[in-house]
């Protein structure tokens, strides 16, 4: 399965879009982009997903290149409860679905 | 809807002991997975089962490690005897198929 590459750590104003970026360069035609978030103490959160087609649902906005080699989760509004690690995983949704988590970016919403 | 519900939230015991976590799945989701969660890392998958069979264990140390799924909805992941290294979170997800995951709140393991 493919691996991902995100930033560390992010910054980020209550109020403003955060634009988390991610690199899936070896991604494969059939393995969809998911992006989870983990807020400390609990367990990771499932944000959104998407295969080649932009999505957007009640959290964020998923934008997928046209080649599918990077995408961008889009906060549009960010709050302070926003502030988590963020995860991007790249896995298929048929036979061995195996889930590999990154390191993630840790973002910052700072009031 | 009820999410993934683990049990206990938290665990301390004494290194050499025996330690178990249990998980309920979402209602109907068939596909069930145990992940380890150490300080400042992603997740790393242990076992995933489909209903009662484990079809990936790969990644279970299985000297040490054990788990089961009798009927095919609740969960045990044990460690008999835990070590110092085995602290860390023990997440529980579960999905329809392998479709999307969704985790419990994990359970807290300090191996003292």
């Known amino acids: 399965d493919a691996k991902t590459t995100q930033p560390p750590s992010m910054d980020c104003a209550e109020g403003r879009a955060a634009n988390l970026p991610c690199n899936h360069s070896?991604?494969?035609?059939?393995?969809?982009v998911y992006w989870y978030r983990q807020i400390h103490s609990q367990g990771p959160q499932y944000i959104i997903h998407?295969?080649?087609n932009n999505e957007t649902n009640e959290m964020a906005s998923l934008i997928i290149t046209e080649d599918r080699k990077s995408s961008t989760l889009i906060l549009p509004h960010a709050t302070l409860r926003d502030t988590a690690v963020y995860y991007c995983?790249?896995?298929?949704?048929?036979?061995?679905?195996?889930?590999?988590f990154g390191a993630g970016t840790r973002l910052f919403v700072k009031a | 809807e009820a999410g993934v519900v683990q049990s206990p939230r938290y665990k301390i015991i004494e290194k050499k002991q025996p330690v178990a976590f249990w998980c309920n799945p979402i209602?109907?989701?068939?596909?069930l997975y145990w992940y380890l969660q150490n300080l400042g890392q992603g997740p790393e998958l242990l076992i995933r089962?489909?209903?009662?069979?484990?079809?990936?264990d790969s990644q279970l140390p299985k000297d040490r490690f054990s788990a089961e799924r009798l009927k095919g909805v609740d969960s045990t992941l044990k460690i008999q005897p835990a070590e110092l290294g085995d602290s860390a979170v023990y997440l529980c997800?579960?999905?329809?198929?392998?479709?999307?995951?969704?985790f419990g709140p994990g359970t807290r393991l300090l191996v003292l």
């Open positions: 997800a579960s999905s329809a198929g392998g479709e999307t995951q969704y």
């Open positions: 070896t991604i494969s035609g059939n393995e969809y």
């Open positions: 998407g295969l080649k």
């Open positions: 995983i790249v896995r298929r949704n048929t036979g061995g679905f195996k889930t590999i």
């Open positions: 209602s109907g989701h068939n596909t």
């Open positions: 089962y489909e209903n009662e069979e484990a079809v990936d």
